[in-house]
């Protein structure tokens, strides 16, 4: 009964290594450790399997053949699963670390594995042909194991120490992460390989690196769950998650939230393609992950084209520097292959007070992002915001954050009116045709907060610029309220149905418009939120149900 104890000892590691095996196998793998990973299971599967076999025909065969050839197979796996292991732990290292010694260390260790399975199948052939006899069988194999057992600890070892020297070379956080979830997992291989070398009966050997595997897959699940896709930061879930802990663990200290949002990105998206806008979204996380490095500092894609940033324990001196030194290093960057790209980002901080919420700091460095991206590639702070009375202080007296209204007529007296009417709460531009209007739409973008857009103009009129705008996709970000003397019910039906969001007639009631105006603009930024809350919404559940899927189906 010997062996159903052996079996027993193994049945749980292995059933948990074929859910793991099963669930890897048809994933679309990325790199050369994931790879590896994905045939690990099975190969720690095999060598238990045949631990439980050699040592079940021990007891019930004698005839020397027999033994020897589950033997070799024994030693096969107990030296095969190690290697995989070394490979795996230098194929996830050399994604971040182009070092030719791991790759070196690696062709050493296959040198040695081969001399290793040349031993074990040397040494028992020479102690039965020596005179010992077929009593002696068990005793020369266990023996003849010895060099495949060391060698599986010398490799175990090897992952161990290529793990640890590359720990303190990594430059973020996720880097170093990653490297210590391999040297946690790379102890339990190690002491497994190590006691079961010295202590036969104690079967630790493919238990333990079961264990490592699990490790492993739990943690890459879990980074699934929590790490943005796309860019490899976090997601918005485990922001949300991350300052709950902070609030609840440390809510005493001083922490500053960041909020960036990259320009013009749906415009990269509509004239580039999604391809090169993705490109340039992780291009900015990569800036991001470079600027702060190891430092203590938690990066997270909020949705969309938009980033946050937790610094904790950060002066307002410190925290203006670092905002100014993203902004910079964003805007000067170039996005490989495409050097035509010039990226910019609007930002908004804050410095969170004594016992205050989550909501609202928030809620204030997302009124200052969007304060920033009216001029856009700007940064702005508390110490560059002053409120101008209004209950819900949004609104900004400096005039380099003020929204700009493009006016497009081409009498200039209505023009100086509507101007007259915007100036204290709005920048506005003004032009005279629609050729102008187009103009300064592809200069400006969505920098344009709004368009006041006459009918009847000399040359391109305004149906003529409602069709460009429609045909660019303008229309979807930049709203339009037509204005002019016009009141047949055609005009004003065919101005609805090219997309404007409002109809103004001459003469201009002050009031009226200032309403108007002020109304659409906050309705299109509202509605431009709820968008991107919704979309990362649907991504999340997309996320967690392929996640589900995936598990179940296996």
């Not at 050839?69 to 190690?82: I, M, N, Q, R, S």
């Given at each position: 009964?010997?062996?159903?104890?052996?079996?027993?000892?193994?049945?749980?590691?292995?059933?948990?290594?074929?859910?793991?095996?099963?669930?890897?196998?048809?994933?679309?793998?990325?790199?050369?450790?994931?790879?590896?990973?994905?045939?690990?299971?099975?190969?720690?599967?095999?060598?238990?399997?045949?631990?439980?076999?050699?040592?079940?025909?021990?007891?019930?065969?004698?005839?020397?053949?027999?033994?020897?050839?589950?033997?070799?197979?024994?030693?096969?796996?107990?030296?095969?699963?190690?290697?995989?292991?070394?490979?795996?732990?230098?194929?996830?290292?050399?994604?971040?670390?182009?070092?030719?010694?791991?790759?070196?260390?690696?062709?050493?260790?296959?040198?040695?594995?081969?001399?290793?399975?040349?031993?074990?199948?040397?040494?028992?052939?020479?102690?039965?042909?020596?005179?010992?006899?077929?009593?002696?069988?068990?005793?020369?194999?266990?023996?003849?194991?010895?060099?495949?057992?060391?060698?599986?600890?010398?490799?175990?070892?090897?992952?161990?120490?290529?793990?640890?020297?590359?720990?303190?070379?990594?430059?973020?956080?996720?880097?170093?992460?990653?490297?210590?979830?391999?040297?946690?997992?790379?102890?339990?291989?190690?002491?497994?390989?190590?006691?079961?070398?010295?202590?036969?009966?104690?079967?630790?050997?493919?238990?333990?690196?079961?264990?490592?595997?699990?490790?492993?897959?739990?943690?890459?699940?879990?980074?699934?769950?929590?790490?943005?896709g796309l860019t490899g930061l976090n997601?918005?879930?485990?922001?949300?998650?991350?300052?709950?802990?902070?609030?609840?663990?440390?809510?005493?200290?001083?922490?500053?939230?960041?909020?960036?949002?990259?320009?013009?990105f749906k415009r990269i998206n509509d004239?580039?393609?999604?391809?090169?806008?993705?490109?340039?979204?992780?291009?900015?996380?990569?800036?991001?992950?470079?600027?702060?490095?190891?430092?203590?500092?938690?990066?997270?894609r909020y949705g969309g084209d938009e980033?946050?940033?937790?610094?904790?324990?950060?002066?307002?001196?410190?925290?203006?520097?670092?905002?100014?030194?993203?902004?910079?290093?964003?805007?000067?960057?170039?996005?490989?292959?495409?050097?035509?790209?010039?990226?910019?980002?609007?930002?908004?901080?804050?410095?969170?007070?004594?016992?205050?919420?989550?909501?609202?700091?928030?809620?204030?460095?997302?009124?200052?992002?969007?304060?920033?991206?009216?001029?856009?590639?700007?940064?702005?702070?508390?110490?560059?915001?002053?409120?101008?009375?209004?209950?819900?202080?949004?609104?900004?007296?400096?005039?380099?954050?003020?929204?700009?209204?493009?006016?497009?007529?081409?009498?200039?007296?209505?023009?100086?009116?509507?101007?007259?009417?915007?100036?204290?709460?709005?920048?506005?531009?003004?032009?005279?045709?629609?050729?102008?209007?187009?103009?300064?739409?592809?200069?400006?973008?969505?920098?344009?907060?709004?368009?006041?857009?006459?009918?009847?103009?000399?040359?391109?009129?305004?149906?003529?610029?409602?069709?460009?705008?429609?045909?660019?996709?303008?229309?979807?970000?930049?709203?339009?309220?037509?204005?002019?003397?016009?009141?047949?019910?055609?005009?004003?039906?065919?101005?609805?149905?090219?997309?404007?969001?409002?109809?103004?007639?001459?003469?201009?009631?002050?009031?009226?418009?200032?309403?108007?105006?002020?109304?659409?603009?906050?309705?299109?930024?509202?509605?431009?939120?709820?968008?991107?809350?919704?979309?990362?919404?649907?991504?999340?559940?997309?996320?967690?149900?392929?996640?589900?899927?995936?598990?179940?189906?296996?």
């Amino acid at each position: 009964m010997e062996e159903f104890k052996q079996l027993e000892i193994y049945l749980f590691p292995i059933v948990m290594l074929l859910a793991i095996g099963m669930n890897n196998w048809k994933r679309e793998e990325r790199t050369q450790g994931d790879r590896i990973f994905g045939f690990l299971p099975f190969l720690i599967i095999c060598m238990m399997g045949s631990d439980v076999t050699y040592h079940a025909l021990q007891l019930y065969v004698h005839r020397f053949t027999v033994l020897y050839a589950g033997y070799l197979v024994y030693c096969f796996f107990l030296t095969a699963v190690p290697y995989a292991w070394l490979l795996y732990v230098n194929g996830k290292l050399s994604v971040r670390h182009n070092r030719r010694w791991t790759a070196a260390v690696c062709h050493v260790m296959t040198g040695t594995a081969i001399a290793v399975v040349l031993l074990t199948v040397i040494i028992p052939w020479s102690l039965s042909t020596e005179g010992w006899g077929v009593h002696a069988v068990s005793y020369s194999l266990n023996h003849g194991s010895l060099p495949a057992k060391l060698v599986s600890i010398a490799m175990y070892l090897m992952g161990l120490i290529l793990t640890a020297t590359a720990y303190p070379k990594e430059v973020t956080k996720e880097g170093q992460k990653e490297t210590r979830y391999l040297l946690e997992a790379g102890v339990f291989s190690l002491v497994g390989g190590i006691v079961q070398s010295f202590a036969e009966s104690w079967r630790t050997g493919g238990p333990f690196v079961a264990l490592a595997v699990l490790f492993i897959y739990l943690n890459a699940q879990n980074r699934q769950i929590t790490t943005d896709g796309l860019t490899g930061l976090n997601n918005r879930r485990e922001f949300d998650a991350h300052l709950q802990r902070k609030i609840e663990l440390c809510p005493e200290h001083e922490w500053g939230l960041l909020m960036i949002d990259v320009d013009d990105f749906k415009r990269i998206n509509d004239e580039l393609g999604h391809a090169v806008g993705d490109e340039a979204l992780w291009h900015t996380a990569d800036i991001l992950r470079g600027v702060f490095g190891k430092d203590p500092v938690f990066l997270a894609r909020y949705g969309g084209d938009e980033f946050l940033l937790v610094l904790p324990g950060v002066t307002e001196v410190k925290f203006a520097g670092r905002l100014q030194e993203i902004h910079d290093k964003i805007h000067l960057a170039a996005v490989p292959g495409y050097a035509g790209l010039q990226l910019s980002v609007s930002i908004g901080g804050t410095i969170a007070g004594a016992d205050e919420t989550i909501g609202s700091v928030v809620g204030r460095a997302d009124r200052f992002m969007y304060q920033a991206k009216t001029r856009k590639n700007l940064v702005v702070t508390e110490s560059n915001e002053i409120k101008d009375g209004n209950a819900d202080g949004a609104e900004v007296n400096r005039d380099e954050l003020k929204q700009q209204i493009l006016i497009v007529d081409d009498a200039e007296l209505n023009r100086d009116i509507l101007a007259e009417i915007l100036h204290h709460d709005f920048k506005t531009m003004e032009v005279s045709s629609g050729e102008e209007c187009l103009s300064v739409l592809r200069e400006y973008g969505a920098g344009i907060s709004l368009v006041l857009l006459d009918i009847v103009m000399p040359g391109m009129d305004g149906f003529a610029v409602l069709e460009a705008m429609n045909r660019n996709h303008w229309i979807e970000d930049i709203p339009v309220i037509m204005i002019s003397s016009e009141e047949t019910e055609s005009y004003i039906r065919r101005a609805y149905e090219m997309g404007v969001s409002d109809y103004i007639s001459r003469p201009f009631d002050a009031k009226v418009v200032y309403r108007r105006v002020y109304n659409t603009i906050k309705l299109y930024a509202k509605q431009r939120r709820l968008i991107t809350l919704v979309t990362d919404q649907i991504r999340e559940k997309e996320k967690n149900s392929q996640i589900l899927i995936d598990i179940l189906s296996h």
